[in-house]
């Protein structure tokens, strides 16, 4: 079992910055990918971006040069730094981890909401 707690969503105004963490519990691994995921109104979710243990990172095109993933292997918790945020962010965002053989799990989400 893992569990994942959120944190770090709000309002904020278009070209602002939030950063998100979630902080993981339980059986977290060397092989486990950690992730944040997002899911707007009508839209499904979709990869935003994620981490292995070793730092190797991946992100959707869209935020690419905007965040940054980042992962304190120490504290079993990864953040997400979101930068130049735009109206088209807004959505739940949901922090993941994932583990072959084992499965994906998720936490509650937190809300993102950029708008003037």
């Known amino acids: 079992q893992v569990q994942l707690v959120e944190s770090g969503g709000g309002l904020v105004q278009p070209g602002g910055s939030l950063r998100l963490s979630c902080r993981a519990s339980g059986n977290i691994f060397i092989s486990t990918i950690m992730g944040w995921y997002r899911q707007a109104p009508g839209k499904q979710r979709e990869l935003v971006a994620s981490t292995t243990w070793g730092g190797i990172t991946n992100y959707t095109d869209s935020v690419k040069g905007r965040f940054t993933i980042s992962r304190d292997n120490a504290k079993n918790t990864v953040y997400l730094q979101m930068n130049s945020l735009k109206p088209e962010d807004t959505a739940v965002y949901y922090c993941?981890?994932?583990?072959?053989?084992?499965?994906?799990?998720w936490g509650q989400g937190t809300q993102v909401t950029v708008s003037s």
């Open positions: 993941s981890a994932r583990t072959v053989g084992v499965g994906v799990y």
